[in-house]
């Protein structure tokens, strides 16, 4: 069982930075892929980023790539993703997700845990 608390979120005005933080429960959380996921009002979710269990691969969206990066720390069970150079296109809540297998990175129906998000707003 991981439980998970994302944390860093808020307003911000366009072309600022904010590090989201993922917080995790469970001894197990070393052996998952982690993925952050965002969703705005009336759009469907989209997969932002991913990293795999042992942080060796990562995957980004094109729309955040070169702005935004993935990083875990698993000794201290969390995982961040630094947002710089926001826009408002990624005001949304974002939400951190734990998934198995790395082959599944991408199915958020494969995800095996959620977090309860975080609001980012970024204005213009």
């Known amino acids: 069982q991981v439980q998970l608390v994302e944390s860093g979120g808020g307003l911000v005005q366009a072309g600022g930075s904010l590090r989201l933080s993922c917080a995790a429960s469970g001894r197990t959380f070393s052996s998952y892929n982690m993925g952050w996921f965002r969703q705005a009002p009336g759009k469907e979710r989209e997969l932002v980023a991913a990293?795999?269990?042992?942080?060796?691969?990562?995957y980004y969206a094109d729309s955040v790539k070169g702005r935004f990066t993935i990083s875990r720390d698993n000794a201290k069970n969390t995982v961040y993703l630094q947002m710089n150079s926001l826009r408002p296109e990624d005001t949304a809540a974002y939400y951190c997700?734990?998934?198995?297998?790395?082959?599944?990175?991408?199915?958020?129906?494969?995800?095996?845990?959620w977090g309860q998000g975080t609001q980012v707003t970024v204005s213009s």
């Open positions: 990293i795999s269990w042992r942080g060796g691969r990562t």
């Open positions: 997700a734990a998934v198995s297998r790395w082959d599944y990175y991408k199915d958020y129906a494969r995800y095996d845990y």
